[in-house]
């Protein structure tokens, strides 16, 4: 999943009016490529997770806006677009990120030139993250480093929910340190939780270490203490949908309790996150990250392939009360260091601004 040429969203080679992603959903049994044409398509592969992960999220929404811009190529449009498009979710800093980011350059630019405009400033986004999360690979893989040295043996990394090259453009956040290692020649292993409700971990993580050959094992969520406790994980890194400025972590539910099982059995636990997941504006997780809930069949039914062919089943009885919370919040306390495009540092105010001085002030 590290070649240089692999993308999650991309343009069409032969039509520019058309965005191209990777139906997440049908992974890992069917690799399908899907069209977006309008910014509805957009708003709608964000909602039902077409498309996961933070950063990927903001650039789908970045690539929607220029679809609305190239069906109407005003600004009065763009904007209504980019209205309806910050709703699809909440929790994901990026999202809001990448729309305003957009709405500076129709600011700037007017109705002339519009669409243009914006297809540039959706690839300036899409090639940033890749250098974003190469530089969390590059920071994180010093980690691994260490403890390979320390050890003289396999690291064992255990990962949670989605943070690979499918979350971002390329490279991935929570994976890239992994990818680095493996180049290195540090011989490394991952632990997959498989993350119910939508198995972001055994579909999709699963999957492009897989295509990467890295070696990995498939576990359920609740395994994490237990390897813990028998001293089978040497560090579990994690990726974020947003982080406070002082460093409360926001990301697939379950996280929590990682973060806790970790902290009781003096395993590091790192959260790698690119600078755009940042939310300057928050400081306590708990109380100001909205959490998204979603649709209760997530979790009373479950995707796979029987014979060939997809099969969504209902494992629950039909009157049976369901409730989705899609993340939780880990306080900065039980946070070893967040690993970011700058380098690693402390899950604080200070440890932050130590790397991003510019942000002081927000």
């Known amino acids: 999943m590290t070649a240089a040429d692999f ?11 058309i965005v191209q992603i990777i139906d997440q959903r049908l992974l890992p049994h069917d690799y399908v490529v899907h069209d977006l044409l309008t910014w509805r398509d957009a708003d709608k592969a964000i909602g039902e997770m077409y498309v996961r992960g933070a950063p990927l999220i903001g650039a789908t929404a970045a690539w ?3 679809l609305a811009a190239v069906e109407n190529p005003s600004s009065t449009f763009v904007r209504e677009a ?10 994901a800093v990026n999202l809001r990120w990448g729309i305003e980011r957009m ?19 959706a690839q300036a986004i899409c090639d940033e993250d890749i250098e974003i999360s190469r530089g969390i690979g590059e920071h994180g893989v010093r980690l691994l480093a260490d403890i390979a040295a320390r050890k003289n043996g396999v690291v064992n990394v255990l990962t949670h929910c989605n943070a690979g090259a499918l979350a971002t453009i390329n490279y991935g956040t929570a994976t890239a340190p992994v990818y680095f290692a493996q180049q290195q020649g540090i011989d490394v292993h991952v632990w997959v939780d498989e993350t119910r409700p939508r198995n972001q971990g055994s579909q999709l993580t699963a999957w492009e270490l897989a295509a990467s050959d890295v070696p990995h094992t498939l576990i359920v969520d609740n395994a994490g203490g237990h390897l813990m406790q028998h001293g089978m994980v040497d560090v579990v890194i994690t990726g974020t949908d947003r982080t406070t400025r002082c460093g409360d972590v926001a990301n697939k539910i379950g996280t929590y309790l990682k973060a806790l099982a970790a902290f009781d059995n003096g ?32 979790v009373s039914h479950i995707y796979g392939v029987h014979d060939g062919e997809p099969l969504r089943v209902c494992t629950t009885a039909n009157d049976t009360p369901v409730s989705n919370y899609a993340f939780d919040v880990t306080p900065a306390r039980l946070v070893t260091g967040l690993i970011t495009e700058r380098g690693v540092c402390d899950a604080s105010e200070d440890g932050l601004l130590g790397l991003f001085p510019e942000m002081r002030e927000k």
């Open 82 to 91: 980019a209205t309806r498009l910050l709703k699809s979710r909440p929790t």
């Open 103 to 121: 709405l500076a350059v129709v600011g700037d630019t007017g109705d002339t030139g519009l669409p243009e405009a914006l297809r540039d400033e």
């Open 7 to 17: 993308r999650t969203i991309w343009l069409k080679p032969d039509d520019a009016s």
């Open 267 to 298: 395993v590091p636990f790192y959260v790698a996150l690119p600078s755009t997941t940042i939310d300057w504006h928050s400081r306590e997780g708990i109380r100001e990250i909205p959490i998204e809930e979603r649709e209760p069949e997530e």
């Open 64 to 66: 929607g806006l220029y």
